[in-house]
């Protein structure tokens, strides 16, 4: 792990990570990824979820061969505390203690009763970074309220600005939420304090209430609504400020392509993408007023010429002018047909249960640091080292509290 | 409001920022929390263009609501950098800064001299940070890429949508947002290394792989590799639905219910044991659970079976009631609901008040004082805070010349002056 030109950013940095399910997990990935020590505090009496759910190999039913898990904890260490006991809560507090950040995504009130909220932390470790990630926050009339990303990306309103006016809101494709705005936000958030904590040895606590750290991603939709008393509508795939804007059918099952014109030099552009015809060249269609009052027309016509042809060509031919475009590609395209993709974000490790495991790489490159994308841990796997390592417990307490139950 | 005594996480940073859409997000987070971010505005109003809406009927740089959002406590320099003074004074500005945020595509990135090798040689302790479509080693790279390509090429159009329709973007301009925080990350991540061994470095992030993260459950890579199973769109349905699924405890059931007025999102069928039982309690409560309280379908494979009958009943049951009511009756006894909300709604919402979400910022200029969105996280000592509204184009250009470069006013209004001409 020191092979690489520079020291990662985190080396020497423990986090002492509570998360369950995703978001919290993928909060603290990209802490892991670039040299911190992240350790997973997870009872096989109660398994996270994630380690139980897909994808997984057929039939297989061990908890650490999950492909979403295997996604959100790359890096990690993992141990095994049950804070079902008494004896597990103090356990959890000695990692506390030699760690500089906690991490949870628990609603509001969990780590009080456990002992384990802010509080109590800061009495062991007074320079704790503390991070809390509950759906409505911890305070508050509703902070007790509870949800995942299929409630949040609705609350929060994003579904709010999703899909065409005449229809009803669009599902949970993704559970955006989840993989989005709130761990990131939780990320940069954490980093910041490490800041602070580094200038003026003061830790904090950080309170991210998912609700309103999706809300931040509405973009100017509240401005608008404050200011000018407009209540956005669902737009579809417009823009209100380009057209045409839209994703277009293209030949062969469900293929498609996107295409965005911000310009008149892209209009252009697009004009001669498709050979001139005549319609491209009536008046009403060369000016972005003017297309956006046609706009039903525009993409009728457009569509004529996509839908002949397949989508990788349209895009190419497109952006050969100039024009912004791209296919909406699948996980298969993902995948598959994208060398650049492939090379730059998909990484494949070997899992000892089972072989191959496809994941995602680390989404920030560091011109000299090379970050870590291990495997996901076993459940369990570090939890001697924790404890004889890390705490300097003796084998004899270790084997005790083993047969005592504290360690599943 | 927050207290102005505080520090705030990012105080004394440095950060010029050049960059389009794309990264106004990314320069945002840091403004708010504390850096001291320049934005550079081109002369040419007609190149920089903002989306409308405008406030008070003029349609300006000005008065770009878009850019009053994103570019709260950031100051202003006027600056043609493709003018040879221009070009001289955005060098030493260079000089001083901690950190370059822009988003030029590689190629235009090496014409402008702004590419990760040209800034080393020239400024071996900045930190240069670009937001990308593709990479710079893709053979997409120099693609346009604006936020719907992303969303499309990133593979979170394909699942977002109705089966029968063109697939959806997410609204707001996602991808965007989910470049500029893994750009702002990366950034700070940048900063702690330079804290120890003050070198800069270039960071980079692809808008496609940004988006790509948020396809990471519903259609991970390892359904494909293992299963060939490609997700594709599911309407009302929860993503899963009509799909292979391992999992005993996650079954495929609707999660979108119409209401009196309104939606709610709520996933009968995710629920856990415990769950369910509350889930038919909840409908109970009102006298409209109908046999669902027959003890066959504590069995999820029941619950899988008959998930027509149990989305219908739960259909019935949202239809004759309100958005508002559903939610608090179900967040009482713990289950995961909670209504689709437009902006307005949030304006009203009660947790959002007692946690005094939204904050008010004054526009002098105007003299009136406008609700902005509040703080996606609360630091307990490095609050974040709005302190002054975007700045108008050229705002403070002077100024910025005299703290970051130590000219005199004379001199630095002699440079503008030259820059203008």
Redesign the interface.
């Given at each position: 792990m020191n092979d690489s030109s520079t020291r990662l950013p985190l080396a020497g940095i423990r986090v002492a990570d509570f998360g369950w399910m995703i978001a919290g997990p993928l909060a603290t990935r990209p802490l892991a990824n670039f040299g911190a020590e992240v350790i997973r505090i997870e009872s096989s009496a109660r398994i996270d979820e994630i380690r139980a759910l897909g994808p997984r190999p057929e039939g297989n039913t061990s908890p650490n061969v999950a492909g979403v898990f295997n996604d959100c904890n790359t890096s990690k260490l993992s141990m095994t505390v049950n804070l079902g006991t008494p004896e597990g809560i103090e356990l959890a507090k000695e990692v506390v203690s030699v760690s500089d950040v906690v991490t949870n995504n628990f609603r509001g009130d969990r780590m009080g009763r456990w002992g384990l909220a802010y509080e109590d932390l800061v009495k062991l470790k007074p320079d704790i970074i503390m991070l809390g990630m509950a759906m409505m926050g911890t305070t508050g009339v509703h902070q007790h309220y509870g949800g995942n990303g299929i409630n949040i990306i609705a609350g929060a309103g994003i579904s709010g600005i999703t899909g065409s006016p005449d229809r009803p809101p669009v599902g949970t494709g993704s559970l955006y939420p989840d993989f989005s705005g709130n761990p990131n936000h939780a990320t940069l958030a954490v980093l910041a304090a490490l800041r602070h904590r580094n200038r003026t040895g003061k830790g904090q606590f950080i309170d991210l209430a998912q609700y309103e750290s999706t809300i931040s991603l509405l973009g100017s939709s509240v401005l608008q609504y404050t200011t000018l008393g407009s209540v956005p509508v669902r737009p579809g795939n417009r823009s209100r400020w380009a057209a045409p804007h839209g994703v277009y059918r293209c030949a062969g099952d469900d293929r498609w392509c996107a295409i965005a014109v911000e310009t008149e030099t892209e209009w252009d552009g697009l004009r001669r993408a498709m050979g001139d015809p005549a319609w491209a060249m009536e008046d009403r269609f060369q000016s972005v007023a003017g297309r956006k009052k046609h706009e039903d027309d525009l993409d009728e016509l457009i569509e004529e010429w996509t839908s002949g042809r397949k989508d990788h060509e349209v895009m190419r031919c497109l952006q050969n002018e100039g024009v912004p475009a791209g296919m909406v590609q699948n996980s298969k395209d993902l995948v598959e047909n994208d060398p650049g993709f492939r090379k730059r974000h998909i990484r494949v490790l070997e899992h000892p249960e089972i072989g191959e495991m496809t994941i995602h790489g680390e989404t920030i490159s560091i011109s000299g640091v090379e970050p870590i994308v291990e495997l996901a841990p076993h459940m369990g796997e570090h939890t001697e080292y924790v404890l004889k390592d890390l705490l300097g417990m003796p084998e004899t307490e270790v084997d005790q509290l083993y047969v005592d139950g504290v360690l599943n | 409001m927050t207290n102005i005594e505080n520090?705030q996480?990012?105080e004394g940073v440095r950060v010029l920022d050049i960059s389009g859409p794309a990264g106004f997000y990314c320069t945002k987070?840091m403004a708010d929390?504390g850096a001291d971010v320049v934005r550079v505005d081109p002369p040419d109003a007609a190149v920089d263009?903002y989306?409308?809406?405008f406030?008070g009927g003029e349609s300006d740089r000005d008065h770009s609501?878009?850019r009053?959002?994103?570019h709260t406590n950031k100051r202003s320099v006027l600056l043609d950098i493709n003018s040879l003074s221009g070009r001289e004074i955005f060098d030493s500005l260079l000089g001083a800064a901690d950190v370059l945020v822009e988003t030029f595509r590689p190629s235009e990135a090496i014409v402008l001299g702004l590419d990760?090798s040209s800034l080393?040689e020239g400024y071996p302790s900045l930190i240069h940070t670009t937001i990308t479509g593709?990479?710079d080693?893709?053979?997409?790279?120099d693609?346009?890429?604006?936020?719907?390509?992303?969303?499309?090429?990133?593979?979170?159009?394909?699942?977002?949508?109705?089966p029968e329709?063109?697939?959806?973007?997410?609204?707001?301009?996602?991808a965007y947002?989910?470049a500029s925080?893994?750009?702002?990350?990366?950034t700070?991540?940048?900063?702690?290394?330079r804290?120890?061994?003050s070198?800069g470095?270039?960071?980079?992030?692809?808008m496609?792989?940004?988006v790509?993260?948020?396809?990471?459950?519903?259609?991970?890579?390892?359904?494909?590799?293992?299963?060939g199973?490609?997700?594709?769109?599911?309407?009302?349905?929860?993503?899963f639905s009509g799909q292979k699924?391992?999992?005993e405890?996650?079954s495929y059931s609707?999660?979108?219910y119409?209401c009196k007025d309104g939606?709610?999102?709520?996933?009968a069928h995710l629920a856990p044991p415990n769950a369910w039982r509350n889930t038919v309690a909840w409908m109970a409560g009102y006298g409209a659970e109908q046999e669902l309280g027959e003890q066959r379908f504590e069995d999820p494979d029941v619950r899988v079976s008959e998930q027509e009958r149990i989305n219908q009943v739960m259909a019935d049951f949202a239809a004759q009631r309100s958005a508002q009511e559903l939610y608090h009756s179900a967040?009482k006894l713990?289950l995961?609901?909670?209504?689709?909300?437009?902006?307005?709604?949030?304006?009203k919402d009660?947790?959002?008040d007692?946690?005094d979400?939204?904050v008010e910022v004054e526009h002098p200029e105007i003299g009136e004082t406008?609700?902005?969105?509040?703080?996606?996280?609360?630091?307990?000592?490095?609050p974040w805070q709005i302190r002054t509204r975007a700045p108008m184009v050229g705002e403070h250009t002077c100024e910025v010349l005299g703290e970051w470069l130590g000219l005199s006013s004379d001199e630095a209004e002699k440079l503008v002056a030259l820059e203008s001409s």
């Open positions: - | 520090p996480a990012l987070l929390m263009r989306p409308g809406p406030y609501i878009y009053w959002h994103y990760g080393r593709f990479g080693d893709s053979p997409y790279s693609y346009k890429a604006t936020d719907i390509v992303a969303q499309a090429m990133g593979g979170l159009m394909a699942i977002t949508g109705f329709e063109a697939p959806d973007q997410l609204g707001g301009e996602q947002h989910m925080l893994h750009a702002a990350v990366g700070l991540l940048a900063l702690l290394s804290d120890m061994d070198m470095r270039d960071v980079q992030v692809s496609q792989d940004c790509s993260m948020a396809t990471l459950q519903t259609a991970n890579f390892n359904y494909y590799t293992w299963d199973i490609i997700r594709s769109r599911t309407g009302l349905n929860h993503a699924q391992v999992s405890r996650l609707r999660t979108l119409k939606w709610i999102a709520y996933a967040q713990r995961l609901c909670t209504p689709v909300q437009s902006v307005a709604d949030l304006l009660e947790q959002l007692d946690r979400w939204f406008f609700t902005y969105p509040g703080a996606p996280y609360k630091l307990s000592e490095t």
